[in-house]
């Protein structure tokens, strides 16, 4: 059944995850003769916006013997981040071909790293049937105490850049997004996938989460087979824009930002740029999300 999460939980999680998250800055900029904001998510503790909602939602009811959960890689290292900042013991499972650049950063952390399976939905199966006695299984996007976790992020948006009218975020799950479009008002969401990784758009399109194929560069981060329940619910609204890029215009969009800024994100981060460099995204003043930095990262101009 899907669980209503009303905005004023993410203004709850906000004062609750103070103490552990970093509140990242946003840049305001002019990109080929347009005004932008840039919300340097990047910068936050564990490379990604994941740190908020792992943290808000252990902080969140009786304290687990162990946290278990499941990752393409991001989230994994943000719970890991998070148990370690709450002194509390975890596992991580992830796809065998995680990359190595963020599971060597979750056994970093502290947390036990158990490979498993093709695709992150083989990880979360084995993941959810090892959970035992006393411990908590912390689903990556489809709880509300991690997508008001996540939501904060956009409240910090609002807070800093109010005239914004459009926030972009890549999308995976759906937890960002979700918790984006329920902090920021009447402002538009605007929901960037990539082409072979698009279980928020083909949802959209069903009227209903379904399954779909993974295929991008992007797949460690956004490669989620199937939108969350609760995510979908929350972004299944006229406030809510879908927009597709290619692989070849995400990787141009995370070089143009190194070229222009001289900010290494990984491939999934560069997507909301991407769709706004391709026009895709009818916006006065947008506010584009770089949402994650854990990536083997180097340009692909010389």
């Known amino acids: 059944m899907t669980t209503f999460v ?10 609750r995850i103070r103490p552990h998250v970093r509140r990242t800055p946003v840049l305001r900029t002019s990109l080929r003769g347009r005004p932008v904001v ?3 998510e990047h910068l936050q503790l564990s490379g990604s916006f994941k740190l908020r909602g792992a943290v808000n939602a252990l902080l969140r009811g009786e304290r687990p013997a162990r946290v278990v959960t499941a990752s393409g890689g991001n989230h994994g290292l943000a719970v890991a981040t ?8 975890a596992t991580v499972y992830v796809p065998e071909l995680a990359p190595e650049s963020k599971t060597r950063r979750i056994e970093a952390a502290g947390a036990k790293l158990v490979r498993h399976g093709a695709v992150y939905s083989d990880a979360a199966k084995a993941a959810l049937s090892a959970v035992g006695a006393g411990e908590r299984y912390l689903p990556a996007y489809d709880h509300p105490d991690v997508i008001a976790g996540q939501g904060t992020m956009g409240a910090e948006i609002v807070a800093d850049a109010p005239d914004v009218d459009a926030v972009l975020v890549a999308v995976g799950g759906g937890g960002l997004a979700a918790g984006t479009a329920l902090a920021i008002g009447d402002r538009t ?3 960037v996938e990539p082409e072979g990784c698009h279980a928020l758009h083909a949802a959209l ?3 209903r989460p379904v399954d779909t194929a993974v295929d991008s560069v992007a797949a460690s981060a956004l490669g989620a087979t199937r939108v969350g329940d609760l995510p979908f619910a929350i972004l299944n609204s006229p406030r809510t824009r879908s927009v597709l890029v290619s692989d070849a215009e995400l990787l141009a969009a995370q070089d143009f930002l190194w070229e222009e800024f001289r900010i290494a994100v990984e491939p999934a981060a560069a997507a909301p740029l991407a769709a706004w460099l391709a026009d895709r995204v009818p916006a006065q003043l947008p506010c584009i999300v770089l949402c994650g930095a854990n990536s083997a990262w180097t340009a692909a101009v010389s």
């Open 205 to 207: 399109a069903a009227g």
């Open 189 to 191: 969401t605007v929901a």
């Open 6 to 15: 009303p905005a004023a939980e993410v203004a709850a999680a906000a004062a």
């Open 38 to 40: 840039l919300k340097l």
């Open 82 to 89: 998070a148990a370690g900042l709450l002194g509390i013991p």
